[in-house]
């Protein structure tokens, strides 16, 4: 059988990777693909760079278009990332009935809808293993290797870039700061580092992975985000002397809440008791944890980023592609796991409304009574604490009492905090970080 052809449109870093694992591994991948897959040509800004990555038998080009609109590629493999020009040419790619395998999180996240829709009408394929933990084949685990359980939550470490930054906070006892500009300088954070700093980019991961676990539409826009730039290496210290690690965590579940479903899903440092697996999950590495009715709890971990590591995600969906091509629409695997017409309307739950425990940081003057006002705001919240820590007053008598609390509503403690901030004895704002028992 002819080989199938592909073109990429970017050859940076992922782009480059891909090309040099399908030389090299051309033999293996043919025999699993059922023909070989050839790389015939290439769009990128840098033309003698590109040139130098793919050498002879490949066609480089500076316009993206003549790639999509090229009558003999197969399959489009969108590296250049971004929301816009991606979107254009994925719609052009599908519009001419090329397959596509992209590594780009944010256009699916907040385009998915609209591109699978589109895929769908045409019956072609876009594969997105690389736009979620790097090599980690959690795509795969969850829309397949899941496929007989009723998914009840997803919860990963998705952002290499923040989890390097918190484990050197706290193995180092350094601040935010100072962690970030050592991550740039060693080029494991980008120049502007924004999107991962922010929970953006791991909230375009968790949409993607909420979609696929529970049938729902892409819903980024409903998505609550928040990163890891206000967190203070004294709250990681006083976590870990309470038997916890503060982790940046996606995590989308399905829950009840007075009769009515919802799917919480949120982006936010979170602690995570310091013996479960995932608490030690250090530096740049991911890892997602699935819980699942059959199957349990099951864990997925590894490579999030890197040349080799994306790549091996962008040639695994080529490999599905190819075997798929000639396969009938209805019978391949769904984009969303689910069959388009069977996408339920679950609504995503305001965060006022999600159930979960907290770690809460109150500095306040050590005077009679204080200790006694907060845990009667609380009990007077309904609000359960589950352990409590008080370091000896410091300087000006002032003192730092660290509350966690049982499982509550967050509207609960929402309103606790005010009225706490509120008593003379406080000092400042409660600090509250979510906590998840992942038990
Ligand atoms: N910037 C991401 C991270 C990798 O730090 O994990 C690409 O998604």
Redesign the pocket.
């Known amino acids: 059988m002819k080989p199938i052809k592909a073109g990429l449109l970017g050859i940076g870093t992922v782009g480059a990777g891909t090309f040099q694992v399908l030389q090299r591994n051309q033999e293996e991948i043919r025999r699993r693909a059922g023909r070989g897959i050839e790389v015939t040509m290439v769009a990128a800004r840098n033309l003698e760079r590109a040139r130098a990555v793919v050498g002879a038998g490949c066609e480089v080009v500076a316009d993206p278009f003549a790639v999509v609109n090229h009558p003999e590629i197969d399959i489009v493999v969108e590296l250049i990332g971004g929301y816009e020009l991606a979107r254009e040419l994925v719609l052009q790619a599908i519009a001419n009935g090329k397959h596509v395998v992209t ?1 780009n ?1 944010a256009l699916l996240a907040l385009h998915g809808n609209e591109i699978f829709a589109a895929a769908h009408a045409k019956g072609v394929m876009v594969a997105f293993e690389a ?1 979620v933990a ?1 090599g980690v084949p959690i795509i795969k685990a969850l829309r397949e290797g899941l496929s007989a359980n009723r998914i009840e939550s997803v919860a990963g470490i ?7 930054i918190l484990s050197e906070m706290r193995d180092k006892g350094l601040d935010f700061a100072t962690v970030l500009k050592q991550a740039q300088e060693l080029g ?3 120049a502007d580092p924004t ?2 700093i922010e929970g953006v ?2 909230a375009h ?1 968790l949409t993607i992975m909420a979609a696929i676990a529970f049938g729902i539409p892409m819903q980024f826009g409903s998505a609550h985000i928040e990163g890891i730039s206000q967190l203070q290496a004294i709250d990681i210290r006083y976590a870990e002397q309470l038997g916890y690690r503060i982790k940046l965590l996606g995590i989308t579940r399905r829950t009840v809440v007075d009769g009515e479903e919802g799917i919480e899903l949120r982006v936010h440092p979170t602690l995570i008791p310091s013996a479960r697996l995932i608490a030690n999950v250090e530096g ?1 590495m ?1 890892a997602v944890l699935v819980q699942a009715d059959a199957v349990g709890t099951s864990m997925y971990y590894g490579k ?2 890197g040349a080799e590591p ?1 790549a091996s995600a962008v040639i695994a969906d080529l490999i599905d592609v190819t075997r798929s091509a000639t396969v009938d629409p209805y019978s391949r695997v769904p984009h969303l796991a689910f069959h388009p017409t069977e996408l339920a309307d679950v609504p995503v739950r305001p965060m006022e409304e999600i159930s979960t425990s907290y770690y809460l940081r109150v500095t306040v003057q050590d005077q009679l009574g204080v200790m006694a006002d907060l845990t009667r705001i609380l009990a007077d919240a309904g609000i359960s604490i589950d352990a409590v820590l008080q370091k000896e007053p410091g300087e000006k008598a002032r003192t730092d009492i660290v509350i966690i609390t049982h499982q509550t509503r967050e509207k609960f403690v929402d309103a606790a905090i005010g009225k706490i901030e509120q008593l003379p004895a406080t000092e400042g704002k409660v600090v509250r970080i979510r906590l998840e028992s992942l038990g």
Do not use: R
């Open positions: 590594a999180k736009a790097g998705i952002n290499g870039t923040t989890n390097f494991y954070a980008e999107f991962d980019d791991a991961k740049a991911n999030g980023a994306t």
